[in-house]
């Protein structure tokens, strides 16, 4: 039995002798016999917690950054009315820091044979999994002076999914997709390698697209132009190694990496070409494959929500290999890593030729803000010095870049903020250019 604030106020008067649980029932008959008595029928009066049932409902994913309510049913089938207090308890990270108290804790009445349906407000501040843990009730007599408490397991999980916020990016990109494809009327046309039209030669055009046979059928010197293929296939890989879980700002890179895989995603299947994931450091931590284009997109969503880095070097020869599993024929590889000179250069290098012999490679990189704005710092002796060492940490990343360039592979190295639509700009230039 609990004692509530009542009663520890008349214990704290010397009227009651102080206990939280089970109390010496001597001590309190020999204080106070009628205060004992009602504290007795009051505990009695108080309805069961262990008969208590309980079901879940409500939202089971969410973005991060918005908001998922959970609903709890109590169901009370005892013969006695149910006064409590309830606790739902999640894991911090339900919540924005402060908030929890308000959120989780319920005041409820339930008559005795009914139920009542409770909602807990979550705002996660994390991508994952989040499960509750245990419902607390404690369940008061109609004087409040005494209490029962018990826990009840009651599981549900709300899966955290990325934030997808380049999505905003999408639309800009379609409207250049359209562009390449054709589908809008503009003057210029991709290079693909697939056959469109004949149209008329312009100053300009490239003397290689002259049709000669339709030349000689008409007056006018026609050309064939192109569009660019679609069925082609997109294998991205994520980094989720020690370099991934650095962190920019505020978000680890590897989130930054999410959300440019998640906008190539959209705007590659809009192409119609197939795009299929592998996570890995030095072993597969996810992987998507052969879905259909209405459905990778919430498939990626879903297989990155739990994905967290590993503190662990990447295997580059097992990623290599894993890849060249995941794209038996030829395929653009888009390997979303770090540009850091060791990992490249004792990693990666070795094993590029591998992926470049059969594979379009492009290798995308999350940048650090605050090493540029560190580059451009004068006017105090330590800001000189900050500004040396940003300049030389960005002279590093350009001589890795160009490693990677003199091996045949498109380069990307943007902000968090910049990433994602800098890698659907290198997507829709190679395209363009019928590498794809």
């Not at 969410?62 to 709890?72: C, D, K, N, P, Q």
């Not at 569009?227 to 920019?248: M, Q, Y």
């Amino acid at each position: 039995m609990a004692l509530t604030g009542r009663t520890a106020l008349l214990a704290a008067l010397g009227t009651l002798p102080v206990g939280i649980y089970a109390p010496s029932w001597a001590g309190i008959l020999a204080v106070n016999a009628p205060l004992s008595l009602a504290i007795l029928c009051d505990y009695a009066l108080a309805a069961p917690v262990r008969t208590l049932r309980f079901t879940r409902s409500g939202d089971t994913s969410v973005r991060l950054g918005e908001s998922a309510e959970v609903h709890l049913t109590v169901t009370n089938p005892s013969g006695r009315r149910l006064r409590a207090h309830l606790r739902d308890a999640w894991p911090p990270s339900a919540w924005f820091a402060g908030t929890e108290q308000a959120a989780s804790r319920h005041k409820l009445t339930v008559p005795a044979g009914e139920r009542r349906r409770l909602t807990t407000a979550l705002r996660p501040t994390r991508r994952g999994d989040r499960r509750t843990e245990r419902v607390t009730v404690r369940s008061y007599g109609p004087l409040g002076l005494a209490a029962r408490q018990g826990n009840h397991d009651v599981p549900w999980t709300v899966r955290v999914l990325p934030p997808f916020t380049s999505r905003k990016h999408l639309p800009s990109r379609l409207a250049r997709l359209r562009e390449l494809d054709g589908r809008t009327s503009v003057l210029t046309r991709g290079e693909g390698t697939e056959f469109d039209s004949l149209r008329e030669y312009v100053p300009g055009d490239d003397t290689r697209s002259i049709d000669w046979r339709a030349t000689a059928r008409q007056s006018a010197v026609a050309v064939r132009t192109w569009r660019p293929e679609r069925d082609r296939h997109i294998l991205v890989v994520l980094d989720t190694g020690r370099t991934s879980a650095g962190r920019v700002g505020d978000v680890p890179r590897l989130d930054a990496a999410m959300d440019a895989t998640l906008l190539l995603t959209a705007l590659a299947s809009r192409a119609g070409d197939r795009v299929d994931l592998l996570a890995y450091d030095r072993r597969t931590r996810a992987q998507v494959q052969g879905r259909s284009a209405s459905d990778v997109l919430p498939a990626m969503v879903n297989a990155l929500a739990p994905l967290e880095p590993e503190l662990v070097e990447t295997d580059a020869r097992g990623l290599s290999a894993a890849a060249l599993r995941s794209a038996p024929r030829r395929s653009l590889i888009v390997l979303l890593t770090s540009l850091d000179t060791a990992p490249i250069e004792e990693g990666l290098l070795p094993v590029l030729p591998q992926l470049t012999k059969r594979h379009t490679v492009l290798v995308a990189s999350v940048a650090d803000p605050h090493i540029e704005s560190m580059s451009t710092r004068r006017g105090t002796v330590d800001a000189v010095y900050e500004a040396a060492a940003g300049t030389q940490a960005q002279a590093q990343r350009r001589r890795t870049a160009e490693q990677l360039q003199r091996h045949g592979v498109t380069v990307v190295d943007a902000t968090p903020e910049k990433l994602a639509p800098a890698l659907a700009d290198a997507y829709l230039a190679l395209k363009a250019a019928g590498h794809l």
